[in-house]
């Protein structure tokens, strides 16, 4: 009888650390690389990577709906355009050949050696192939903060805030892996509103604290997918920083917003952890208040306890936390989000992105910007080294960590880590 993936009495022969974010329950979904060898699908169990290419090749992931040569291809979007249930039915059969009961490939020393590599040989690559990204403007909190210091704080929220999902289409473009550092972004700012704007690097580079998600192939255009249909299209979900340069942002976005304060890069972590990994820790969002209109309305909990934090290492120094949030606050949920993307007829394709927004918690230590972290640069934060932080500085890291933890199981995203270069000058 085979066991449920996600039940947490399961346990893998292979060695898992205590408190690793990659239990057996987990299994999600990367591209490594390792020994010069191309790019190819992979799982990951504890601090071991799994070429799933390998298992492919000697028949263990056959009749799943797969065609082997989707575990040959550079991203995971072959393994995705056939749907919920074939990726589905993939995870369950990993779960079975890695639970410590299982000898097919426990004892099969060569296929072991071939197929098994230590975290620290392999090198992580974009994941999906995006054809087209979306951010939204999902955290009440996070929307209440910016309102209440660019406008008038008693109203905070425009007018259509509490009733559809806000969101923006970005540059899928500039989208990179943990790991892959970016330069500071140069364009027009104007620091003195009485004067001409002026070119140079941004003075105010924040990080977004966010959570993406991936989705399968939608309907064709001109149909919309209801928020009772949107599991089926959601394929799994990754960490998410969303760079901003908040100078070059106040002078730019209007009248029709952001532009080159968001589309220089957007970082994303490695590991794609399924919706059904996170199914059991689903649970009801934010009360919403007014009731959304029809089309908006979920009949289950569209909200996940995800525990998020942020952390910032100057170079040469130790990180500090400056920031513990939740998925949970977001007003607007997963399914809310994609409902209204499609409701006009918009189509969605096979690794398209669509990333929360900022998610803030209600306390000033739980703000996932530096924006409202130091409230537009009025309160300095003091890192564990003594040095102040009114944004990010250049050779500093920004690392985002998520995890969701119950019944003694933890699933967890691993770390995006991006590292901040000056910016590059004119020739």
């Not at 027009?188 to 993406?212: C, N, S, W, Y």
């Not at 009772?228 to 760079?243: R, S």
Request: proline residues 9%; hydrophobic residues 40%.
């Amino acid at each position: 009888m085979n066991i449920p993936s996600n039940d947490p009495s399961l346990r893998s022969w292979i060695r898992t650390p205590k408190d690793s974010d990659f239990p057996i329950q987990n299994i999600p979904f990367g591209i490594a690389s390792w020994n010069g060898e191309p790019p190819v699908p992979a799982t990951r169990i504890g601090d071991t990577v799994i070429d799933l290419s390998i298992l492919a090749d000697v028949g263990l992931l056959d009749d799943l709906g797969l065609p082997r040569e989707a575990f040959l291809a550079p991203q995971l979007n072959d393994l995705m355009v056939h749907g919920k249930q074939a990726t589905r039915a993939l995870r369950q059969r990993l779960s079975e050949l890695f639970q410590e009961d299982n000898a097919t490939v426990r004892d099969d020393n060569a296929l072991r050696e071939d197929a098994l590599l230590p975290l620290d040989q392999v090198t992580l690559h974009l994941p999906v192939q995006v054809g087209d990204y979306t951010d939204f403007y999902s955290s009440r909190e996070h929307a209440t903060n910016v309102g209440s210091m660019f406008r008038d704080p008693a109203n905070a929220l425009l007018p259509n805030w509490l009733h559809l999902p806000v969101g923006y289409h970005g540059r899928a473009s500039s989208l990179i892996p943990s790991g892959i550092p970016i330069h500071r972004p140069m364009g027009q700012t104007r620091p003195d509103t009485q004067a001409a704007p002026v070119f140079g690097p941004t003075k105010q580079l924040d990080l977004e604290l966010e959570v993406g998600f991936f989705t399968f192939d939608g309907k064709p255009l001109g149909q919309r997918i209801s928020t009772a249909e949107t599991d089926d299209h959601i394929f799994g979900l990754v960490l998410f920083n969303d760079w901003s340069a908040r100078d070059i942002q106040s002078w730019e976005y209007v009248p029709l917003g952001p532009f080159l304060a968001k589309n220089f890069a957007s970082s994303m972590s490695a590991w794609v952890v399924t919706l059904d990994a996170l199914e059991p820790f689903r649970i009801p969002g934010p009360v919403q208040d007014p009731e959304p209109l029809t089309y908006l309305r979920t009949a289950q909990p569209g909200a996940f306890d995800i525990h998020l934090e942020a952390a910032l290492a100057p170079e040469g120094s130790a990180p500090s936390t400056i920031c513990k949030s939740n998925f949970k606050y977001l007003y607007w949920s997963m399914a809310q989000q994609l409902a209204h993307h499609t409701v006009n007829g918009c189509n969605v394709r096979c690794g398209d992105l669509m990333a929360s927004g900022t998610i803030s918690g209600p306390t000033p230590d739980s703000y996932g910007s530096m924006l409202e972290l130091t409230w537009r640069g009025t309160k300095p934060l003091t890192l564990s080294n003594g040095e102040e932080r009114k944004f990010i500085a250049d050779g500093d890291t920004v690392i985002l960590r998520g995890h969701a933890e119950k019944d003694g199981v933890r699933i967890g995203f691993g770390i995006l880590s991006t590292k901040v270069l000056p910016a590059i000058p004119f020739a």
